[in-house]
């Protein structure tokens, strides 16, 4: 039978969400509050209404970065899922406001449609390990945009490093991808800043020590989507 539901929440504790994110986000806090409607198939179930986050928090597991969240009204209709300049803190108080939706396209996949805004924000955080091709600090400002299905999206980034940033590349990948870029006919990385190319980590592992440079990068990866619709509630 079809799903009529509705469902109500008062200071529900955000982490009820953790085992369904432990994969992406950990120590996720916060509370929500509002009403949301849930009719339609179970395979396909149609969302309305709206919820409240206050005092959010989550640990974003790849970048190995904490977050908070400003209290803000995400919106669920027909057409997908809505919010509106959400603020995100890092641990240095510096922010990155998101605007944007998860829409639905005429066969009712969703599809991100999301735009931010960095002001000197903590990107990456992460220690250095044999099988990461990368690892250190980013610190940002700038703005981005990304579109499309999560296995076909499209990133246009605008970011400019800021002081602090530090990228470090272990030996056996930066040879393979300053390769790959090569053939590609794109900039080379940054040259390490030690002249041996290499510098011994406390992680006893081989890697080169990035100096990225404070300029704008741009990333494409499939032809430029429309701009951003504005986000109605």
Avoid: W
Wanted: hydrophobic letters at 35%; charged letters at 20%.
């Amino acid at each position: 039978s079809p799903l009529d539901l509705h469902l109500s929440f008062n200071n529900t504790n955000l982490s009820i969400l953790q085992p369904f994110v432990k994969n992406i986000l950990s120590d996720v806090t916060g509370v929500i509050n509002g009403d949301l409607t849930v009719r339609g198939k179970i395979i396909d179930p149609i969302v309305t209404g709206g919820i409240t986050m206050s005092n959010g928090g989550c640990k974003v597991n790849y970048l190995n970065t904490r977050y908070t969240v400003n209290s803000n009204q995400i919106v669920f209709t027909e057409k997908g899922i809505f919010f509106k300049n959400i603020t995100l803190i890092d641990e240095h108080k510096k922010t990155a406001v998101i605007t944007g939706a998860l829409r639905y396209n005429e066969k009712r996949r969703l599809m991100l449609d999301i735009e931010g805004v960095l002001s000197n924000f903590k990107l990456l955080n992460t220690k250095g390990d044999e099988s990461e091709s990368f690892y250190g600090t980013a610190i940002g400002t700038g703005k981005f945009y990304v579109s499309g299905f999560l296995d076909n999206l499209y990133i246009k980034s605008e970011i400019t490093t800021n002081k602090g940033t530090k990228i470090y590349i272990p030996v056996k990948f930066y040879h393979a991808l300053n390769r790959s870029i090569s053939e590609d006919a794109s900039p080379k990385l940054p040259e390490p800043v030690s002249h041996s190319d290499v510098r011994r980590q406390n992680t006893h592992q081989d890697a080169a020590i990035l100096n990225v440079p404070r300029t704008t990068l741009q990333q494409r990866h499939r032809p430029p989507a429309p701009a951003l619709p504005q986000v109605g509630f």
